[in-house]
């Protein structure tokens, strides 16, 4: 009767320890926060957006008509700071970090937004 009752114990423990296990682990909180990207185009966008994807980023999305990427991520793997350096790095500046010249410079002629000219879309 006490080794069925240790035994029953064990199961009892066992469960509970990885239901709260898989609790701590799904709470793992997501943020979203916006940042202003200066870019013109559908190119911009796409540039824009798949920069954004660095590990821990669950979703991005830049509207070119507001100059807003909202990011949606994981701030145990990565940070708004991380982010915006991935996106400076593809030439793109946001308010806070400029893109070096030389990765700006990479731009195709109508992404070259600190111009304010764009001969598409």
């Not at 500046?93 to 990479?106: E, L, P, R």
Request: glycine share 4%; hydrophobic share 35%; net charge positive.
């Amino acid at each position: 009767m006490i080794k069925m009752k240790n035994i029953f114990m064990s199961i009892l423990f066992l469960v509970m320890f990885t239901l709260v296990d898989t609790s701590v682990v799904a709470q793992t909180k997501m943020k979203t926060d916006t940042i202003t990207v200066f870019g013109n185009c559908g190119q911009c966008k796409e540039r824009i957006e798949e920069a954004s994807y660095i590990k821990g980023v669950k979703h991005a999305e830049w509207s070119k008509k507001t100059k807003i990427l909202t990011v949606l991520y994981n701030p145990k793997k990565t940070s708004m700071d991380k982010i915006e350096s991935a996106i400076a790095k593809a030439g793109h500046d946001s308010n806070a970090k400029q893109a070096d010249d030389v990765d700006y410079k990479k731009l195709p002629s109508c992404c070259a937004y600190r111009t304010g000219t764009c001969d598409h879309d």
